[in-house]
């Protein structure tokens, strides 16, 4: 079983920056594809990136290409995602997840296990 814990998030003027980690315990992540999420408050869950269990392969989706980065340090067990030049939209709670394969596309990312979430507000 894996447990996530989410951490950094906050409220942030357009056009800052937050790094949000992913914290996982209970076991190792280092085989398992992860990924970032969000939900906006009246809108759908959506993707926001991925990594591969190695960190070689990145995915993202359209709206934050060039300003988020998605990584992780193996060692401390522990993903990361950078997210720089925030907008208004990017607003949401924002959720990690932990797949039970090492790579994931975004059409294929199916989480088996969740984080509760961290909140991101960007104001404009």
């Known amino acids: 079983q894996v447990q996530l814990v989410e951490s950094g998030g906050g409220l942030v003027q357009a056009g800052g920056s937050l790094r949000l980690s992913c914290a996982a315990s209970g076991r190792t992540i280092s085989s398992n594809a992860m990924g970032w999420f969000r939900q906006a408050p009246g809108k759908e869950h959506e993707f926001v990136a991925a990594?591969?269990?190695?960190?070689?392969?990145?995915y993202y989706a359209d709206s934050v290409k060039g300003r988020f980065t998605i990584s992780r340090d193996n060692s401390k067990n522990t993903v990361y995602l950078q997210m720089n030049s925030l907008k208004p939209e990017d607003t949401a709670v924002y959720y990690c997840a932990a797949a039970n394969r090492a790579t994931a596309t975004p059409n294929s990312f199916t989480a088996d296990y969740w984080g509760q979430g961290t909140r991101v507000t960007v104001s404009s």
């Open positions: 990594i591969n269990w190695s960190g070689g392969t990145t």
